[in-house]
């Protein structure tokens, strides 16, 4: 067990020399977002077959889930180059209707995150529920697909696009 330990640490200067995450960019991106927005929905999904009645978890609550994946698409759908007016030149509304596509998306994410915070604070915590994992899953699941949608947004270059 210890000699595979040893070849290990001795290996892992090479692997670590020879990494370049620039060229990786968009693939780590896309993993890590993918995983982030996959785990969100794991969690409502456990927790809607966990507890199946409405009385513990009310399947209304599930809408956030819907608009924060809707929301995801709105924010990546439009390119940085398309927002700074870069490459987005016909058409009739130009740069302008990207920004506020972008904007709306953005505030379909936040908004969903804000209404999942309040199912988890209004529906379980303050009426002192005696389940509350599926207001956390709620929460979390929105939380998960925020940061994935930033990560997704934020992580990609879009030099190779060009």
Same mark, same amino acid.
């Given at each position: 067990m210890s000699q595979c330990c040893i070849? &290990?640490?001795?290996?892992?200067?090479?692997?670590?020399d020879n990494?370049?995450?620039?060229?990786?960019r968009n693939f780590i991106a896309a993993v890590v977002s993918g995983a982030l927005f996959a785990l969100g929905?794991?969690?409502?999904?456990?927790?809607?077959a966990r507890y199946p009645?409405?009385?513990?978890?009310?399947?209304?609550?599930h809408t956030c889930g819907v608009i924060a994946s809707l929301? &995801?698409?709105?924010?990546?759908?439009?390119s940085n180059g398309?927002?700074?007016?870069? &490459?987005?030149?016909?058409?009739?509304?130009g740069p302008y209707g990207a920004r506020v596509w972008l904007f709306l998306g953005? &505030?379909?994410s936040f908004g969903s995150l804000i209404a999942a915070c309040w199912i988890l604070f209004g529906g379980y915590v303050i009426a002192k529920s005696a389940v509350q994992w599926p207001g956390v899953a709620i929460f979390l699941q929105n939380m998960f697909i925020f940061f994935s949608s930033i990560i997704y947004k934020i992580g990609r270059s879009e030099d190779n696009w060009s």
């Open positions: 070849a &290990m640490r001795e290996n892992l200067g090479a692997v670590c990494w370049d995450a620039g060229e990786r929905w794991w969690l409502v999904i456990d927790a809607a009645s409405t009385e513990e978890f009310n399947h209304a609550y929301a &995801m698409l709105m924010v990546n759908t439009v398309q927002v700074r007016g870069d &490459m987005y030149t016909d058409g009739c509304i953005l &505030m379909l």
